[in-house]
């Protein structure tokens, strides 16, 4: 399995999408940061001259934004999908890789490249936002209470990866699968921040949705929630899982298979 994933994120050093999603995260990290910092000095006292950027705060919308998820989610299913628009299946298979190894593999090559993709993001956003920002920034928490709730979010987009996996198998076409996933996301963004407040919902995929987690959760709370939001993180790290594994054993990925 080392083999592979090694054999994965080589593929990924020289494939061009790596570098457009980089640069594509980029750009919505200095976007979002620049929004962030001009909504705080518009709403900030004229008289005060000092102004104070709370980091807190802005850890807690940057991942309730769509700036981390939409480059992510063009990439992964790019990546997913790519073995089934150039048949690799069979070749990988025909050099003795079992399945369980390169389905593994594949999966943990993504997990790899989600801890790379959030700590790159996160580095980029807080450096932006320090240099543009003078005097002072105002921490309410300790170092390790914002680093453990940047955990926790980093676990929620390796679950997200993993739900993504599942529809890779569901949806092998790749424009198709970027389609439908984009309205799905459209979808959950309308039922996240419109519908449900004009309903008045207080659902709990609306307080643990995979990837909005920290729309209602502050970095204040989240320790007093920590069990109840591990165990929705394994849920949805698991059963992703465990159903694209039960699909990709049965399914006929290679024509040496029938012989």
């Given amino acids: 399995m080392i083999k592979v994933i090694q054999g994965e994120l080589y593929r990924i ?10 640069f594509l995260s980029t750009f919505f990290m200095l976007a979002f940061a620049t929004t962030f ?27 309730s934004d769509y700036s981390l998820i939409i480059p992510i989610t063009i990439f992964l299913i790019l990546y997913f999908t ?7 299946h069979e070749v990988v298979f025909s050099k003795g890789i079992s399945r369980m190894k390169f389905f593994f593999g594949k999966l943990f ?8 993709y959030i700590v790159f993001n996160v580095l980029v956003a807080y450096l932006f936002l320090i240099s543009i920002s003078v005097n002072q920034f ?21 679950g997200y990866s993993c ?3 599942l529809f890779s198998f569901a949806i ?23 519908i449900s407040i004009a309903l008045d919902m207080t659902y709990s995929l609306y307080k643990y949705w995979i990837v909005g987690l920290s729309h209602i959760m502050p970095i204040a709370s989240y320790p007093q929630e920590l069990s109840t939001i591990l165990v929705t993180i394994l ?20 024509r040496l298979e029938r012989k």
């Fill in 172 to 194: 092998r076409h790749r424009t198709l699968a970027l389609v439908i996933i984009f309205v799905l996301l459209g979808t959950l963004y309308l039922y996240l921040t419109k």
């Fill in 37 to 63: 910092r001009y909504n705080t000095l518009k709403t900030t006292s004229v008289i005060n001259i000092d102004i104070s950027i709370t980091l807190n705060k802005y850890t807690e919308f940057l991942f």
């Fill in 235 to 254: 849920i949805y790290i698991v059963f992703p899982i465990v159903l694209a594994f039960f699909i990709y054993q049965r399914a006929d990925l290679r």
């Fill in 82 to 88: 790519e073995d089934y628009m150039k048949g690799l």
């Fill in 138 to 158: 105002q921490i309410e928490y300790s170092i390790w209470t914002i680093v453990g709730y940047l955990i926790i979010q980093m676990f929620c987009f390796i």
């Fill in 163 to 165: 739900f993504l996996w």
């Fill in 13 to 22: 050093r020289k494939n061009s999408p790596s570098f457009l999603l980089i």
């Fill in 109 to 116: 090559t993504s997990w790899i490249v989600i801890v790379f």
